[in-house]
């Protein structure tokens, strides 16, 4: 059975409305091309839409199976999972009062309002208009959140989507609204059940209205037979300092569009990314940073360490409006290249439209420094332990960055854990 | 038992750089060489660590009768050679607390860890003599340090690492006076009488601090001039023309 969206029933008739209509726009709308600016480099058809299905209900071992598997953070405020697009578990008793944090299906019936003037509003501006469309046509799982004026959510709130069946296709969504000055942490983490080939179909929304603090993690982990694509979207407020962090250990083909809007005076956006490609892994990623008011700051930083044939793309574009004066944008790509057969592409860009503006971007590509290794082993630490030190290293420089030890030592752990199977 | 270096040459691409270097440095024994720019010093500390760049061309060195030249760059360490850097290297993500213990878990027996309390007690203790900063042990290595910072933190490593033999290679450049004192007495604390020194210097100011038993001067890629502490004062007060008459005519 191919795809074809399930709508729910109870949704409110604004949201069907939207999903019949992007179904139709799914349909209609070209498979971009390789000649698409956006999608150089990199090929839409390495997702196999024609074999994919929808993912069942998953059956009762398999949830149990996911649902202990589930274990990240040792502490959360909130913890979804997510089977299938169906809900799994869920406990929010952590969350201080007030404060939104429920399955998708629950927020468009709850918070149908909200969710009418926040939900997918923006524009897909990195090539993915026909997968944006698809996600919202078959979308029916995922995590609102949203944080009330001045409060702030201690610890971070997890959630876990797992795909199962073979071509199985999943469609996560996020949406996180952190009013004014209000302050949470997200992690959302992708994976498979077995190593069968499926697709996980992710959009993630986060909007940070004035002072808010919004932290955002997604880690990729899915098998590698699968295929992953990510759409993701911030929109800093005046004075809001955003940041997000993107995982890419899993999947035979990885995209990642990322946008970042500084829309308002002060605002302060991260945009961070590791990757660890092996075999023939491919990670693709699309980055944009648009400025919009003065004073405000986006800095990017994706690293890549990549191994055996596999490859990366990176492409990222900074653009500053007309009147976004004093604008500090910064964008800086490296790749590690571990082996002659593995590639990274860098294309980065640079639109400006302003007056003193500080703004650089740059990428490199290279193996391990020679001199970092004669500094480690003339300390006695053998070839294989100092490069293992090394790129352990690269991932931690960006990791460091996150700001949140816990979140910190997971993230290592996951590199770490993939770092061990090269052997 | 020493560090023996008997004629050795070496070259890094077509350019000979050591000529016959030879000196031996018994436990216990502070030497220092001295000599102008471009006479070799810098070279002589890569090349006994094991540097690819550098290739050796002639002659031997040996550590307490093992052949260091045989070995490669992690054996040379483990088997107790210490080289302090002139230009330390940035190691992103690394911090130094995993760093020096990922070398002193290179020294056990396969699969044995260092002990993690006895690790920092020690650490907080050299560190607390080389006034550092308990902040430097999560800190990445050597990253966003001072020129100072960083000698200092090569110092600990020696502290740590506990080498037979140690060089320093201009460990005072880039020091101001404070910060030299601070280094010299972190590495006087390491003097022993199981220990050798090679220090490494462009001026005689570090051997006011560190005080060498011997004294060479190297020039062109030898040694060509070997006394006591009063050889650097001359140095110091007469340069190295009177040495370069005296001795390269000699050698030629």
């Known amino acids: 059975m191919p795809l074809s969206p399930a709508l729910s029933t109870s949704a409110p008739a604004w949201f069907k409305e939207r999903a019949t209509n992007a179904w139709s726009q799914f349909q209609t709308l070209p498979l971009p091309s390789v000649r698409d600016e956006n999608w150089r480099y990199s090929n839409a058809k ?28 040792e502490k959360w405020s909130a913890r979804l999972v997510f089977v299938n697009d169906c809900l799994a578990a869920s406990e929010s008793s952590q969350l201080p009062a007030g404060v939104i944090c ?69 469609f996560p969504h996020t949406l996180v609204i952190a009013e ?102 491919i990670v693709d990623q699309r980055t944009l940073q648009n ?62 439209n302003a007056d003193q503006v500080k ?17 480690l082993k003339a300390r006695g630490i053998p070839d294989n332990e100092a490069r293992r030190l090394i790129v352990l290293g690269f991932a931690d420089d960006v990791i460091q960055r996150i700001g949140n030890d816990a979140i910190e030592q997971m993230i290592h752990a996951r590199v770490e854990e993939k770092f061990a199977r090269l052997g | 038992m020493s560090l023996k270096i008997e004629n050795l040459q070496a070259r890094i691409g077509e350019r000979e750089i050591l000529k016959g270097l030879t000196i031996e440095i018994k436990p216990g024994e502070v030497h220092a060489i001295m000599g102008p720019n471009g006479s070799g010093k810098s070279t002589l500390s890569k090349v006994l660590c094991g540097h690819e760049d550098y290739e050796v061309t002639g ?55 260092v002990d993690a309390i006895a690790f920092y007690r020690q650490m907080y203790a050299r560190m607390d003599q080389l006034e550092m900063d308990r902040s430097f042990t999560g800190r990445n290595v050597n990253e966003g340090f001072s020129g100072g910072e960083k000698k200092r933190n090569e110092i600990l490593q020696l502290m740590m690492l506990e080498p037979k033999y140690a060089i320093l290679d201009e460990t005072d450049s880039g020091l101001d006076i404070d910060a030299l004192k601070i280094v010299s007495r972190g590495v006087n ?64």
């Not at chain 1, 390495?46 to 589930?70: G, R």
């Not at chain 1, 923006?122 to 609102?144: D, I, N, P, W, Y």
């Not at chain 1, 990366?312 to 964008?331: K, M, N, P, R, W």
């Not at chain 2, 110091?236 to 009177?242: H, I, L, R, T, V």
Request: net charge negative.
């Open chain 1, 180 to 281: 004014d000055n209000a302050a949470v942490t997200v992690v959302d983490h992708y994976r498979s059940c077995t190593s069968e080939a499926g697709f996980s179909c992710a959009v993630a929304d986060l909007i940070g209205k004035p002072g808010s603090h919004v932290t955002y993690i997604a880690c990729q982990e899915m098998s590698e037979e699968a295929q992953a694509m990510h759409l993701s979207s911030t929109v800093a407020g005046k004075d809001a300092q955003m940041k997000s962090f993107q995982l890419q250990l899993g999947a035979n083909w990885s995209r990642s569009e990322s946008v970042s809007d500084l829309v308002g005076k002060g605002a302060r956006s991260d945009m961070l990314s590791v990757s660890l490609p092996l075999g023939d892994q």
């Open chain 1, 46 to 73: 390495s997702i196999p839409l024609e074999s994919l299905a929808n993912a069942d209900v998953p059956d009762s071992d398999v949830v149990k199976v996911a649902v202990a598997a589930s274990v990240e953070l």
């Open chain 1, 359 to 375: 703004c650089s971007h740059g990428s490199t590509s290279g193996p391990v420094s020679e001199e970092e290794l004669f500094y």
């Open chain 1, 102 to 170: 429920v399955p998708f299906s629950q927020a468009l019936e709850q918070h149908s309002d909200a969710m009418r003037e926040h939900f997918m509003q923006r524009q897909m501006q990195l090539g993915s208009e026909k997968f944006a469309a698809l996600h919202l046509a078959m979308l029916k799982a995922g995590t609102v959140v949203i944080v009330p004026r001045g409060i702030t959510v201690p610890a971070p709130i997890e959630v876990f989507h797992w795909v199962s069946g073979e071509n199985a296709a999943i």
């Open chain 2, 59 to 113: 002659g031997s060195a040996t550590l307490d009768g093992e052949d260091l030249l045989s070995l490669s760059i992690d054996q040379r360490s483990r088997a107790g050679l210490f080289l302090a850097f002139q230009y330390p290297h940035e190691i992103p993500g690394v911090t130094n607390a995993n760093f020096l213990r990922a070398a002193l878990k290179a020294r056990k027996p396969d699969g044995e860890d």
């Open chain 2, 189 to 252: 604390a390491m003097r022993s009488a199981e220990r050798g020194f090679l220090v490494i210097t462009h001026y005689q100011r570090l051997l006011n601090y560190i005080q060498p038993d011997i004294v060479h001067v190297l020039m062109d890629g030898r040694i060509v001039k070997t006394g006591d502490r009063s050889l650097a004062l001359k140095l110091e007060e007469k340069g190295y023309d009177w040495v370069k008459d005296e001795a390269l005519p000699a050698a030629a």
């Open chain 1, 291 to 352: 400025h919009k008011a003065p004073n405000a700051t986006s800095d990017l930083l994706y690293k890549n360490a990549l191994y055996d044939s596999s490859r990366t793309v990176f492409s990222g574009l900074i653009t500053v409006d007309e009147g976004a004066h004093y604008t500090d944008a910064y964008q800086t790509c490296r790749n590690l290249l571990n082996s002659d057969t593995a590639e990274a592409n860098s294309l980065p860009g640079l639109e400006i």
